[in-house]
């Protein structure tokens, strides 16, 4: 089994910068990617950023030049740094952690078997 925690978020202005941190831990050996996904109040869960274990990484549109996602510590720590805040960024942000069997896979929900506990991330205009 693989536990998946997650740490940071908060209330932010816009334009302000926070980050988030997720840690993979137990039966990890099958894991070669994780990601962030986020989930606003009354839309689906949409894909965020995600980075594989070489550190390749792939973002949403919507927050490229914007977020970076990064791994250390034997690359099962990814954190998410979150500059230039717009209010549209406000949602329940979940780490997940899975096998992609390409890179073409990093964005797609079926790759990730393991979630976080959610975190919200709020931006005030």
């Known amino acids: 089994q693989v536990q998946v925690v997650q740490f940071g978020g908060g209330l932010v202005q816009a334009g302000g910068s926070l980050r988030l941190s997720c840690a993979a831990s137990?039966?990890?050996?099958?894991?070669?990617?994780m990601a962030w996904y986020r989930q606003a109040p009354g839309k689906q869960r949409e894909y965020v950023a995600a980075i594989t274990r070489s550190g390749i990484t792939w973002y949403a549109d919507s927050v490229k030049g914007r977020f970076t996602i990064s791994n250390d510590n034997a690359k099962l720590t990814i954190n998410l740094q979150m500059e230039s805040l717009k209010p549209e960024d406000t949602a329940v942000y979940f780490c997940?952690?899975?096998?992609?069997?390409?890179?073409?896979?990093?964005?797609?929900?079926?790759?990730?078997?393991?979630w976080g506990q959610g975190t919200q991330v709020t931006v005030s205009s």
């Open positions: 997940a952690a899975g096998s992609a069997p390409d890179i073409y896979r990093l964005q797609s929900t079926s790759t990730y078997f393991y």
């Open positions: 137990g039966s990890t050996s099958g894991i070669n990617a």
